[in-house]
């Protein structure tokens, strides 16, 4: 028998390859031909050199009255001083201090009762404690140069017969101190006393008293003395004073020009009192105040009481 074919295969077309991933490298970068940045130095801002200080513009003139800054010390360069009154009261006696170097006083105005050796009313002017210069009358009056470190102008009237005051201009060297200084006031030590405590002239005239609450007579008898000057200080804080008896000789017209009675908070006259008719209740506002009773060469009444109360 005859032998069989072997099948016949279809021919096999070969697949092509399958290509592998590619794995694509970043490109070098090339090196960079600019030259590196140069640093730039750095510019510090010079001060401004100075052109010199400003000057200070000198103080403005002070200007002091006897009503106001009685027994003050003051510092100033220039200004002026007056009585401060339409006419200046009788039994006066207050002063006030300038502190400058080498001061020269022009006379303004000058109309102080007139005598030949002033003995009855005076304006002096004292350096060191020492009275350099003593006016009165009516004006003019030359201009006086002061040597020294300040002076003390001091208004004394006796009990009748006044004039309308003074007024005077001080200039004093330059560098003298320009700003006002506090009031400087010499008191006694106070004494303490305790709540309620009653405190007279005639025992304790000149007296400083810490006090809550008290009364403040004349102290005396029948009637107080003549050509009487005392005071008494309460230190306390806005007082409210009461008038509780009256009678102390008033001038003409009410007016209070032989004999007062005086209420004074920080130097300053608060409240002048005569006659017989008690005021409204005084509210004194601040730290203190003092009760002065003065008094002209006849005529006198039986004395005053006040009762007082401070704050705690």
Same mark, same amino acid.
């Given at each position: 028998p005859p032998t069989p074919l072997p099948p016949t295969q279809a021919p096999t077309t070969p697949r092509p390859p399958t290509p592998s991933p590619t794995t694509l490298r970043p490109p070098t970068p090339a090196p960079s031909t600019l030259p590196p940045p140069t640093p730039q130095p750095v510019t510090r801002q010079s001060p401004v050199?100075?052109?010199?200080?400003?000057?200070?513009?000198e103080a403005a003139p002070l200007h002091l009255s006897l009503t106001e800054h009685a027994g003050g010390s003051f510092a100033a360069q220039s200004g002026s001083i007056t009585d401060g009154y339409d006419r200046y009261p009788a039994s006066m006696d207050?002063?006030?201090?300038?502190?400058?170097?080498?001061?020269?006083?022009?006379?303004?105005?000058? =109309?102080?009762?007139?005598?030949?050796?002033?003995?009855?009313?005076?304006?002096?002017?004292?350096?060191?404690?020492?009275?350099?210069?003593?006016?009165?009358?009516?004006?003019?009056?030359?201009?006086?140069?002061?040597?020294?470190?300040?002076f003390t102008l001091r208004l004394r009237s006796d009990t009748s017969v006044q004039g309308s005051g003074f007024l005077v201009d001080f200039a004093c060297d330059a560098g003298a101190p320009d700003t006002p200084a506090p009031p400087t006031l010499e008191l006694p030590t106070p004494v303490p006393a305790m709540a309620g405590d009653a405190i007279s002239l005639r025992d304790d005239a000149g007296g400083v008293?810490?006090?809550?609450?008290?009364?403040?007579? =004349?102290?005396? =008898?029948?009637?107080?003395?003549?050509?009487?000057?005392?005071?008494?200080?309460?230190?306390?804080?806005?007082?409210?004073?009461?008038?509780?008896?009256? =009678?102390?000789?008033?001038?003409?017209?009410?007016q209070c020009t032989y004999d007062r009675l005086l209420v004074i908070v920080g130097g300053v006259p608060h409240t002048t009192l005569c006659g017989r008719v008690p005021p409204a209740p005084l509210q004194l506002s601040g730290a203190g105040f003092e009760v002065v009773l003065q008094t002209d060469r006849s005529v006198g009444g039986s004395g005053f009481a006040l009762e007082f109360t401070c704050r705690a």
């Amino acid at each position: 028998p005859p032998t069989p074919l072997p099948p016949t295969q279809a021919p096999t077309t070969p697949r092509p390859p399958t290509p592998s991933p590619t794995t694509l490298r970043p490109p070098t970068p090339a090196p960079s031909t600019l030259p590196p940045p140069t640093p730039q130095p750095v510019t510090r801002q010079s001060p401004v050199p100075s052109q010199g200080s400003t000057p200070i513009p000198e103080a403005a003139p002070l200007h002091l009255s006897l009503t106001e800054h009685a027994g003050g010390s003051f510092a100033a360069q220039s200004g002026s001083i007056t009585d401060g009154y339409d006419r200046y009261p009788a039994s006066m006696d207050a002063s006030v201090s300038v502190q400058g170097s080498n001061c020269r006083l022009t006379w303004r105005q000058l =109309d102080v009762e007139r005598s030949n050796t002033c003995q009855f009313d005076f304006v002096s002017i004292a350096v060191g404690g020492a009275v350099v210069e003593t006016v009165c009358g009516p004006g003019p009056v030359q201009a006086t140069q002061l040597s020294g470190d300040g002076f003390t102008l001091r208004l004394r009237s006796d009990t009748s017969v006044q004039g309308s005051g003074f007024l005077v201009d001080f200039a004093c060297d330059a560098g003298a101190p320009d700003t006002p200084a506090p009031p400087t006031l010499e008191l006694p030590t106070p004494v303490p006393a305790m709540a309620g405590d009653a405190i007279s002239l005639r025992d304790d005239a000149g007296g400083v008293f810490e006090m809550a609450r008290g009364v403040i007579s =004349d102290g005396f =008898d029948s009637r107080y003395p003549d050509n009487y000057d005392g005071r008494v200080t309460i230190q306390g804080t806005d007082c409210v004073v009461v008038v509780a008896q009256l =009678d102390v000789e008033a001038g003409r017209a009410g007016q209070c020009t032989y004999d007062r009675l005086l209420v004074i908070v920080g130097g300053v006259p608060h409240t002048t009192l005569c006659g017989r008719v008690p005021p409204a209740p005084l509210q004194l506002s601040g730290a203190g105040f003092e009760v002065v009773l003065q008094t002209d060469r006849s005529v006198g009444g039986s004395g005053f009481a006040l009762e007082f109360t401070c704050r705690a």
